[in-house]
């Protein structure tokens, strides 16, 4: 079984995977702060950037608003979504 991503574990790196976002694994009540960065590195470029564009749009209904989206340069080359929590 997958492993859920707490809003303790999620804070600790401020990060959560749009994974674990679809599949009901990730938790955030509780996070405690604003900024938070949702990640996808399933490998393919198009279909990392998808999911993390689909990932801000489901958070936007919990309060979130994209602030940056775009794709690491590591070799994962995964992709990045930045959102800020609106008060």
């Known amino acids: 079984m997958a492993k859920v991503e707490t809003a303790e574990t999620i804070a600790q790196t401020r990060r ?4 674990a976002l ?3 694994r990730a938790d955030l009540n509780g ?3 604003r900024l938070l960065a949702v990640v996808s590195h399933t490998g393919v470029v198009w ?4 999911m ?4 801000a749009e489901y958070l936007m209904q919990y309060g979130w608003e994209l602030v940056n989206i775009g794709r ?4 994962s080359g995964s992709a990045t979504a930045f959102l800020r929590r609106v008060q």
């Not at 959560?16 to 994974?19: E, K």
């Open 16 to 19: 959560v995977s749009a994974q």
């Open 22 to 24: 679809f599949e009901q």
């Open 31 to 33: 996070y405690p702060f």
């Open 47 to 50: 279909e990392d950037m998808a």
């Open 52 to 55: 993390v564009m689909a990932a």
């Open 72 to 75: 690491m340069t590591d070799q």
